[in-house]
């Protein structure tokens, strides 16, 4: 359902506790064990129901409430992280930054904080960089991005191949992984494949890791597979869950049978 909605209604949605975290499984494509999370917003609108961040998120991005809702999803991903990781397992979260909310300083202090005071290893966290808007102040965004890369934590640009993301953006940014967007997943001409090898290339050459999101048929999985991605997420292994359910999915053996 549509909705037309306002700052003022967002505000208050988020003061409400009403914006909360979905986590989308990722696999390792050789192991197929699910590897990582990624956090996806959702609104629990009294009226609505469940809004899609497509309808709130570019409304979030054009006032300040981008900041409140991304600090949110950082704390929900990252609490989630302690639950899902133990001496035996290590599964990442994956959080999506708006470019909006790099022209502060916020992100990084609140990066920094969670990192230093928790046992969690700082490459537990991937920030997926989502270039809905252009990065204007480039050689700022890169500053920050470099001190994130300093105390260890992953950068992604998400939705690569599409909008602004190219092959000049990473030279210019500080990332560890490319995120192949789903079009180019799911396109399965000729002369996709060929882009998206191309990527895949680009990648390796340059040690990124490649994650294909996206991944609906066992065709997609197994061309992601030949070009040597690393991580594949989608349909195939798992629509986004709640907390609980990750934890369940994550876990192998005896938990999962608890209540099956
Ligand atoms: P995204 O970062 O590209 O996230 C992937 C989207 O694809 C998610 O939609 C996910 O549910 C959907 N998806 C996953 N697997 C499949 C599949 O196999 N097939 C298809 N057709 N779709 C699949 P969702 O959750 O509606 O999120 C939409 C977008 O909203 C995200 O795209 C991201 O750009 C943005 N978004 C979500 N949460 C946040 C957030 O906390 N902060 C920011 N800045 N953006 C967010
Ligand atoms: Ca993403
Ligand atoms: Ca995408």
Redesign the pocket.
């Known amino acids: 359902m549509s909705i037309a909605m306002t700052e003022n209604e967002l505000r208050t949605a988020i003061d409400a506790d009403q914006i909360f975290a979905?986590y989308?499984p990722q696999v390792d494509v050789t192991s197929r064990r699910v590897v990582a999370g990624?956090?996806?917003?959702r609104w629990r609108h009294p009226d609505a129901g469940i809004v899609?961040?497509?309808e709130f998120?570019p409304l979030a991005?054009r006032t300040a409430l981008?900041d409140d809702?991304?600090l949110r999803?950082l704390q929900a991903g990252w609490q989630a992280a302690q639950r899902w990781n133990t001496p035996d397992m290590h599964v990442g979260v994956a959080?999506?930054?708006?470019p909006v909310?790099l022209t502060s300083e916020r992100l990084d202090e609140a990066v920094s904080m969670l990192v230093q005071h928790t046992g969690l290893p700082a490459d537990t966290l991937t920030l997926?960089i989502?270039e809905?808007h252009r990065i204007l102040d480039v050689p700022g965004v890169a500053a920050r991005l470099e001190s994130l890369r300093e105390l260890g934590v992953g950068i992604s640009i998400?939705?690569f191949g599409v909008g602004y993301s190219s092959m000049e953006r990473v030279e210019e940014l500080p990332i560890s992984e490319i995120k192949i967007d789903?079009s180019m997943v799911q396109d399965d001409s000729d002369a996709g494949y060929a882009a998206f090898m191309e990527i895949a290339e680009y990648a390796h050459d340059r040690a990124l890791r490649l994650v294909a999101?996206?991944?609906?048929t066992e065709a997609q999985l197994e061309r992601v597979d030949r070009l040597h991605c690393d991580r594949a997420?989608?349909?195939?292994f798992g629509?986004?869950l709640d907390d609980a359910a990750f934890e369940r999915a994550v876990r192998p053996g005896p938990l999962r049978g608890l209540d099956d």
């Not at 997420?233 to 195939?236: E, I």
Request: glycine share 8%; proline share 6%; hydrophobic share 40%.
């Open positions: 979905l989308q990624e956090v996806l917003a899609s961040p497509l998120i991005e981008i809702i991304g999803m959080v999506n930054v708006s909310q997926e989502t809905s998400d939705d789903i999101e996206g991944v609906e997420q989608g349909w195939l629509e986004p």
